[in-house]
């Protein structure tokens, strides 16, 4: 059974009936870690691993869900309840539900299933997904498309902020309701200005290698890498780390922790990768795009210490295969390594990589290929 059969029969097999589909994507990025809440710039796109719901309004004022990737588990809240429903899958639901109403619009009761192939805790942000979907869908039965698509973005991440105790940024929402096929895009986070730029590296393909370390952002260190930020920020005079620079900060070396200096040098020095990319991308230059990837996870690893010894083994294995770039994706603490490889060494590289990682770990990475794709639709 495809994604879409398996989500309607659960569906109908619950509620006797047909409802609408919606779906929205997980993302990749390419370069620019823990620079969206800093105000910085960001380099994601949609991937085609998607959450997909079935939507129908109930006419009551409950929401009835179940979740196809939990054994079908259900769920149902009342649309005027205060507290979230227990289950995290449904939290999710939630937040997104009431933080449209917060915002003036409209939510009515409705039946759902959902499931999705966008893998759990990988960094490929499949909470994100499911935001998304929900905003998406939700506007469209509930509001005739009014609300425009930042807000749509902003709802998700207002969701992971109220309802989940992520104070993540806008980059993952973003990149999920924005994505569009073949193309990446620059992102802005402080003006959330974005320019798509065509993503076909002639020769090359990108590799997710999925460590299957799982992380858990909630009262994770993700919190407390952000508040670092936010203390640096504060020192310097500065709303955010996007203005601040190498010569600021070191002025203020010695009154910060030797944590947050680290932390915030990592945020100044990703800031300009993220150019940088962006430029040779269109030039074409690969080994350039490369080098910066390799340079960010050393910075994550040592500096923002946001990375795990299987990352870090992952990372190395690419460098030894000859991978052009090579660097964790997402939050950290574990899930993805993002891999630019040479169309002809891929091969080789996911074999040597799931080899001495099994050896050495006891498990095999997943692999996937990354095809970019679009962003949140109703199908
Ligand atoms: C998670 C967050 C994002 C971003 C990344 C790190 O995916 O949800 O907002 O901060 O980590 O770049």
Redesign the pocket.
């Known amino acids: 059974m495809d994604l879409k059969e398996k989500v309607h029969a659960a569906f109908e097999q619950r509620f006797a009936t047909e409802g609408k589909l919606y779906a929205s994507a997980g993302r990749i990025?390419l370069i620019?870690?823990?620079?969206?809440?800093n105000g910085g710039f960001?380099f994601p796109g949609a991937i085609d691993k998607v959450i997909m719901a079935e939507i129908k309004p109930n006419g009551t004022d409950k929401v009835r869900l179940v979740s196809v990737d939990f054994d079908n588990a259900y769920c149902e809240f009342g649309l005027r309840e205060e507290d979230a429903p227990e289950p995290s899958w449904a939290r999710y639901v939630f937040g997104v539900c009431r933080e449209i109403q917060k915002r003036g619009g409209k939510v009515h009761g409705f039946d759902a299933a959902f499931a999705g192939d966008v893998p759990n805790g990988a960094?490929l942000?499949s909470?994100?997904a499911l935001e998304s979907c929900f905003a998406f869908a939700l506007n469209d039965l509930f509001n005739d498309n009014t609300i425009d698509k930042f807000e749509l973005a902003k709802i998700g991440?207002s969701t992971?902020h109220n309802y989940c105790g992520?104070n993540?940024?806008?980059?993952?929402?973003f990149a999920s309701v924005f994505g569009k096929k073949g193309h990446l895009m620059r992102l802005d986070c402080r003006s959330l200005e974005h320019e798509y730029y065509p993503f076909n590296p002639e020769g090359y393909t990108l590799v997710l290698v999925d460590s299957r370390v799982k992380h858990e952002?909630a009262d994770s260190p993700?919190n407390k890498r952000?508040a670092s930020c936010e203390r640096v920020a504060a020192k310097l005079g500065l709303e955010t780390l996007r203005d601040a620079t190498h010569e600021q900060l070191n002025a203020i070396k010695g009154e910060i922790t030797a944590e947050d200096y680290l932390r915030a040098k990592f945020v100044l020095e990703e800031k300009d990768r993220v150019l940088a990319v962006c430029d040779a991308l269109v030039a074409g230059y690969y080994d350039t795009v490369g080098r910066k990837m390799y340079e960010t996870h050393a910075g994550l690893s040592k500096d923002y210490e946001?990375s795990c010894e299987e990352l870090d083994f992952l990372n190395d294995v690419a460098r030894e295969c000859g991978v052009t770039g090579s660097r964790i994706m997402?939050?950290?603490f574990g899930g993805c390594t993002i891999n630019l490889v040479k169309n002809e060494l891929r091969d080789t590289f996911v074999a040597t990589a799931i080899k001495r990682f099994a050896e050495r770990y006891g498990h095999e990475p997943k692999i996937y290929d990354v095809v970019i794709s679009d962003g949140a639709r109703a199908l």
């Not at 620019?32 to 809440?37: L, P, R, V």
């Not at 993540?168 to 929402?173: A, E, H, L």
């Open positions: 990025n620019g870690e823990h620079t969206d809440y960001v960094g942000s909470s994100a991440q992971e992520v993540c940024g806008i980059m993952d929402q952002l993700y952000r946001v997402g939050g950290g």
